[in-house]
């Protein structure tokens, strides 16, 4: 058996030699994992395969790293940085995206507060009923209080009769809005953010221009990068260039909306997220401020001077 475990070896360290996987030592060289106590059998090291990825990432171009600090034990997420001027510029090279705003854990149960909460706070009920005292006619008493051997009526527009007024019905309109906390609607915007990098429907790029205004030139531009059948694009600036504004306006399936109007809704709404590199730096920055404030935000006081 030992035989054939030092056979084994011999043949691995030949096949080795020129991929430098390892070697035998001797052995005055041998570490304490080579030897085991109590005797003198030499053990030789595990086999090593040389590691390639810091090799390859150094040169792979980095063209965007984190602006606010990562902590020591986390790094930094990457996604590759695309242009929308050209069909085949689909990897300029890397971009690095903050682990607490693009890794943070997926709570589904943290979408579903921020998503009803969307849904419900531009909901308002026009539902509106009559009461007794509204309905008209019914001020005479229908019949006398004794001597008929009927129940006691007062008005012919009370709730009890047909026709009448309704006990607590819906007095509209009645909005539906309430006040959910910052720090979840923040939580929300992180963990959508995450969830679309996770599924690889998160894409960074450099700008929005475009060659054209052609509507079909952007359809045919999405279908190219395989970017699903609906896609939201979202730029740091309000005022969007005339092309991008154009060939977008008459799709029902890519939206164009800015970095500040960026929801949770409309990120799930669509399978697709586009962001340029300075709307990440933004949103990194913005929700990142949150994890630091000291005191709250309201209500209807701001005692912040640094608000990004």
Request: charged share 20%.
């Amino acid at each position: 058996m030992a035989l054939g475990m030092q056979g084994m070896w011999r043949t691995i360290t030949s096949l080795g030699k020129g991929l430098s996987f390892g070697r035998r030592l001797p052995s005055s060289q041998a570490s304490y994992s080579s030897l085991w106590q109590g005797g003198n059998l030499e053990m030789p090291r595990p086999i090593v395969l040389l590691d390639k990825r810091e090799e390859i990432e150094s040169l792979l171009l980095r063209l965007g790293t984190c602006e606010v600090p990562i902590s020591k034990p986390f790094v930094p997420r990457q996604a590759w940085l695309e242009s929308m001027r050209d069909y085949d510029e689909q990897h300029l090279g890397l971009v690095d995206l903050h682990p607490d705003v693009f890794g943070v854990p997926p709570r589904l149960d943290i979408l579903h507060q921020v998503v009803a909460w969307q849904r419900n706070y531009k909901r308002i009920s026009h539902a509106h009923t009559k009461t007794r005292a509204e309905v008209r006619g019914g001020g005479r008493k229908p019949r006398p209080q004794k001597g008929t051997g009927r129940s006691r009526q007062g008005s012919i527009r009370s709730p009890i009769w047909r026709g009448g007024g309704v006990a607590h019905g819906p007095r509209g309109p009645k909005s539906y809005y309430y006040m959910l906390p910052m720090k979840i609607r923040v939580l929300g915007l992180k963990v959508a953010l995450t969830i679309k990098h996770a599924q690889d429907d998160l894409h960074i790029i450099d700008s929005v221009d475009l060659p054209t205004a052609d509507p079909q030139y952007m359809m045919d531009f999405v279908r190219y990068r395989h970017w699903g059948d609906s896609v939201l694009i979202v730029d740091i600036n309000d005022q969007m260039p005339e092309n991008i504004v154009k060939a977008t306006e008459t799709l029902n399936t890519i939206g164009l909306i800015p970095a500040v109007a960026i929801n949770v809704y409309s990120m799930l709404k669509y399978q697709t997220l586009v962001l340029t590199l300075p709307t990440v730096r933004f949103l990194e920055k913005k929700l990142l401020w949150h994890d630091t404030r000291f005191a709250p935000l309201y209500p209807y006081h701001m005692p912040y001077r640094d608000i990004p």
